[in-house]
């Protein structure tokens, strides 16, 4: 069982810079896969970032979104974090951190391949 909590949410101007946190805790879970979503109301959860899939620091992105979101990782803190910036309000969404085991075959992009999930934090980008 992983157990993870995100941060750093809040209320941010149109342009601005935040930067997430998630701790994870749980036995093993310093060998499990992160990644990064998000989901606006209304709408389907969609990737974001990844990193630790094909080795412990290998980064993994949605080309979609350019180059605004990096991925990272502290394992001495057991801390994921994300970067996103130049938000605008259609990055308004709440942002998940999730855990996947590591497997031969997986579809990084895919929620179905991430086993553990945190409860959220939104972020509401205001023009």
């Known amino acids: 069982q992983v157990h993870m909590v995100e941060s750093g949410g809040g209320q941010v101007q149109a342009g601005t810079t935040v930067r997430l946190s998630c701790i994870y805790s749980g036995q093993g879970s310093s060998n499990y896969a992160m990644g990064w979503f998000r989901q606006a109301l209304g709408k389907e959860r969609e990737f974001l970032a990844a990193?630790?899939?094909?080795?412990?620091?290998?980064?993994y992105y949605n080309s979609s979104m350019g180059d605004r979101f990096i991925i990272s990782r502290d394992s001495a803190s057991r801390t994921v974090y994300l970067q996103a910036s130049d938000l605008t309000p259609d990055d308004t969404a709440v942002y998940y951190c999730?855990?996947?085991?590591?497997?031969?075959?997986?579809?990084?992009?895919?929620?179905?391949?991430?086993?553990?999930w945190g409860q959220g934090t939104q972020v509401v980008v205001s023009s």
């Open positions: 990193i630790g899939w094909f080795g412990s620091g290998a980064t």
């Open positions: 999730a855990a996947g085991v590591r497997k031969n075959r997986v579809n990084v992009v895919s929620p179905s391949d991430y086993e553990y």
